[in-house]
């Protein structure tokens, strides 16, 4: 089946972000053949964690212990907000649902949790996130401690490596700025086996040289002599790709203490783990994936009801038919939004964008304002249903709809809800379509 | 009582911008002692926020004759003796369509009469030698335009006058002035890095503030009409020509491009500002500037841009409010005689291409106030090259980099190559001179930063490497990180559309949505300043 070439499709997802991913990945589930189209470079930029919701209101800065007291929050202050229009119950079953398929493509998560966990960064600053990978939960535990200042529990101590010739990480930086609040925190470098003469290392090459037995046991075998009484041992994210869980077990047998890693800057492994992870669900779903493709046409037919795309980026471009369409093209970086000095577009159909009035508001004099940059609340605006709307304020096509971080009234990065708006947002959007392509066949 | 800490000089210079810094070398080359105290940095202020054009005095020729041959003359002896700072590129002056032919017609005549060489260019030859001239432009002169990096001016001349026993206090601002009948007897001077005010007794003050002359001299009660100019400049994301490109017209808004290594800088404009405190570049500044010079440039109006910034020009008030010893139109030395100050003068205004001859008068009135005989040697005297100094050149850490290619040597500063041995070098310097460098001061004396990234990526990379030699000891390596790249910000708001707009999600997706920098701001503001190198108890590394 998978040889067959359909160009008939119940839908289209237009990007392969991790909204495009998780729409895809609903929309299989519930039976649906789904076609997607991009090239799932937006993924690579991914830390590997899943944020549902850690920062409630935003210009306050409030960080949540429980996501789901947030989402609750949310919803009171904010209703209008993405996340805040999906039950609190289908976004816990839509986690569970996306955790639960990576999982099985080889990319195991922490079993979630109620609450939010933190995690270290590689410039040595706490991020509170919500799915965490296993190979990063050890360090999630260890500060677990410092999160609960009443109890006289103190951090385990901790050794942290890293490796001479890569660059964005360093171990001293992370050790020396938490060294007040993380007494036990020591730090060592090494020498990657087999690329001492190699001056800039990076984590994908690192990581792909670790699934060897060989080079793994060297570099245990270097870490070994500086682990002293270190109960744990922290890593940049470099413990394998698609082998991961071999890797980090292997880690932990050799030194014999729990072993956690760090995520490093993005292009980073993590996001190579996830796209191979990501790849392998949809491929395993019977996905029909286009990943050099993109839409240069999209036209819907109000008589058939169904949407016809014309790809580019396919030898010969390729005509491909649909009765729902799915938009998660993302913002800026993703292509999904597109500015000039007048203003902001949606790049596939012109719809229209909720945006600022003029470009003097759209970003703050500081870039750190607490209150966030107007442009990042730019967007589409849905109905309840997930459809956006066009000039009139009507769903622009009945079967079209718009899921991730192209939506308006929301700022994923302040409030630190990027996977959790894509995830949320996608399952939510994916039971409507999915009504409603039942209500007209049915 | 204790007294307060004392320095005693011949000469303290207020302001370390190009013109007190030529005016400190042109002191020490007399031999007279001299300190600069600068509130900010090297060229922090204008000297460091300007085009780098070293004008052949062409833009000037029809409004200014004085100042265009100035301009002319002082341009020809940069060249000389400060070659170094300077791509000798040349420069174009293009009319389009629409614009005024009588100011064409008598573009050559007024250079005639200024002494200031033009060659028409035949139209189709100018864009065989630049493409990206408009298909609209009607007329063309070549003119001896360049370009000067004016940090490497600068800071070279710096370098050059402390090697003569001149010094300099870097982040240290002046807060009174001790007035004594017809004398100032005291500066008392605060170092931003805290600790008690220090006394400079001078037999002379010159105040090059710069902009702040006005804020300066009224510490000594002494009035200055001044008002300020604000001028906004554009970094494209590639060079868009080889030479300088100026619009034959009177001087007018977003009629330059600057070649800048792999980037041109386009500008500029001018708007009147009441306040120093608060100037940044608008999104109106931006779109002035690409719809004047696309007509001349069409490619700019689908240009990507990487930064906007701007500075305050200081104009003079009207002639009679200022000093009538007014040496030109160009620029003015104040005596402050007629405030009752026999040991006070002020240079200000004036062009980045004059600021050699600004210090040489300004150091020939100090010295006959203080009966100094020696001459002025600056016009002749070459400007001796210092490695440390010439990192702002685009392409020579590259360059560097690739020669001695070392294997622990790596690139920290992907846009612009800059090694992590550029780094090291520059932190060593400002050490080895008793200083404390700042991830700010790095910028401000390499390309790192630079770039289309504009500091998101490097500055994570640089501060990574500074933790790992040992620079910072506590958080402070973080709040490193915001101000250069919140200081990187400021100039990339007003033309985050398109490409760039793109990049800057991706860097707030990084610095906000990963690493959670504004949730830690305050609490990172409150760490104490970098400290020396010092070996580290809690590294396992074996030796």
Known sequence: MTGERRNSFDVAVIGAGMAGMAAALFAAQRGLSCIQVGSGGGVLFASGLLDLLAVHPAAEGRQWQSPFAALAALAREQPDHPLARVDPASIRTAFETFVTALGEAGLAYAPLDERNRKVLTSIGTLKTTFGVPLSMVAGANALDALDAPNTPNTPPRCLLVDFRGLREFSARQIATTLADRWPGLCHGRIEFPGFEDVPELYAAHLARALETGETRDRTIALIRPMLGDAQLVGLPTVLGLGRCREVHAAFEAGLGVPVFEIPTMPTSVPGLRLLGALETVMSARGVRRRRLASVRALA????????????????????????????????????????????????????????????????????????????????????????????????????????????????????????????????????????QLHGNTG | MISPPRIQTQVLIIGGGVTGTALARDLALRGVDCVLVEKDDINAGA????????????????????????????????????????????????????????????????????????????????????????????????????????????????????????????????????????????????????????????????????????????????????????????????????????????????????PGGTVSLVGTTSTRVDALDDIHPTTADADLIVEEATRMLPALATMRFIRAFAG??????????????????????????????????????????????????????????????????????????????????????????????????????????????????????????????????????????????????????????????????????????????????????????????????LMEALHCGLFGEELRGEGLRRAGPPAAPNADPADKSSP
């Not at chain 2, 370009?147 to 490497?152: A, K, L, M, R, W």
């Not at chain 2, 220090?198 to 001044?226: F, H, K, S, T, Y």
């Not at chain 2, 002639?319 to 200000?348: C, K, M, Q, W, Y």
């Open chain 2, 47 to 258: 000297s460091g926020r300007n085009h780098g054009l070293l004008h052949s005095g062409a833009r000037y020729v029809a409004g200014d004759r004085e100042a265009a041959m100035e301009c002319c003359a002082e341009g020809e002896i940069l060249k000389r003796v400060a070659a170094q700072a300077i791509h000798d590129s040349g420069g174009y002056f293009v009319a389009v369509e629409g614009d005024d032919e009588r100011y064409i017609a008598d573009f050559p005549l007024y250079c005639a009469r200024a002494g200031i060489g033009t060659r028409a260019v035949d139209v189709a030859t100018a864009r065989a030698l630049e493409p990206a001239l408009s298909d609209r432009a009607i007329a063309v002169f070549e003119v001896a335009d360049a370009s000067i990096d004016p940090f490497q001016l600068s800071l070279e001349s710096m370098a050059q006058a402390r090697s003569l026993g001149a010094r300099l206090m870097r982040r240290t601002r002046v807060v009174g002035l001790e007035r004594e009948g017809r004398l100032i007897r005291a500066v008392r001077v605060r170092s931003m890095a805290g600790g008690e005010d220090v006394r400079i007794e001078a037999a002379q003050v010159v105040n090059a503030a710069g902009a702040w002359a006005r804020e300066v001299a009224l510490l000594a009660g002494a009035p200055i009409d001044m008002t300020y100019s604000q001028g906004t400049l554009l970094v494209t994301h590639t060079r868009l020509a080889s030479r300088v490109v100026n619009r034959l017209r009177r001087p007018g808004n977003g009629d330059i491009l600057m």
């Open chain 2, 312 to 505: 305050v020009r200081p104009l003079l008030g009207s002639p009679g409010a200022a000093d009538s010893r007014s040496v030109s139109r160009g620029f003015a030395l104040i005596d402050h005689e007629d405030h009752g100050l026999d040991n006070l003068a002020t240079i200000t205004g004036g062009k980045l291409t004059t600021c050699r001859l600004m210090a040489e008068r300004a150091a020939d009135l100090v010295c006959r106030r203080l009966g100094v005989t020696r001459p002025c040697v600056t016009a002749t005297t070459p400007l001796p090259a210092v490695p440390e100094c010439e990192w702002t050149e685009p392409g020579r850490s590259a360059r560097e980099w690739m020669r001695s290619h070392a294997s622990d040597d790596t690139l920290l500063c992907e846009c612009e190559m800059v090694p992590g041995s550029t780094v090291d070098a520059i932190f060593d310097a400002l050490r080895a001179a008793g200083d404390t460098p700042t991830l700010t001061d790095l910028g401000l004396r390499s390309r790192v930063g630079k770039g289309p990234c504009q500091g998101g990526f490097c500055a994570v990379r640089t501060v990574a490497h500074l933790y790992q030699r040992g620079d910072f000891h506590t958080q402070h390596g973080l709040a490193e990180i915001l101000d250069f790249f919140g200081e990187r910000w400021r100039g990339q708001r007003a033309i985050l559309w398109g490409e760039q707009l793109a990049q800057a999600e």
């Open chain 1, 300 to 435: 819907f037919d109000a008589n058939t009801g169904t949407a016809t795309l014309d790809l580019d980026g396919v030898p010969g471009g390729e005509r491909v038919s649909a009765r729902a369409v799915v938009l998660a093209t993302g913002r800026f970086s993703g292509r999904g939004l597109t500015a000039d000095r007048g203003g902001v577009r949606e790049s596939i159909l012109g719809l229209p964008v909720h945006q600022p009035a003029s470009r003097e508001a759209w970003h703050q004099r500081d870039f750190l304002d607490p209150s966030g940059h107007a442009i990042n609340r730019a967007g589409l605006r849905t109905d309840d249903a997930w459809r956006p709307l066009d000039m009139s304020g009507k769903p622009a096509w009945p079967r079209l709809f718009a899921v991730g971080s192209i939506l308006a009234d929301q700022d994923w990065m302040r409030s630190k809800c990027g996977s959790g708006l894509a995830i949320a947002t996608a399952w939510a959007a994916m039971q409507q379509l999915a009504d």
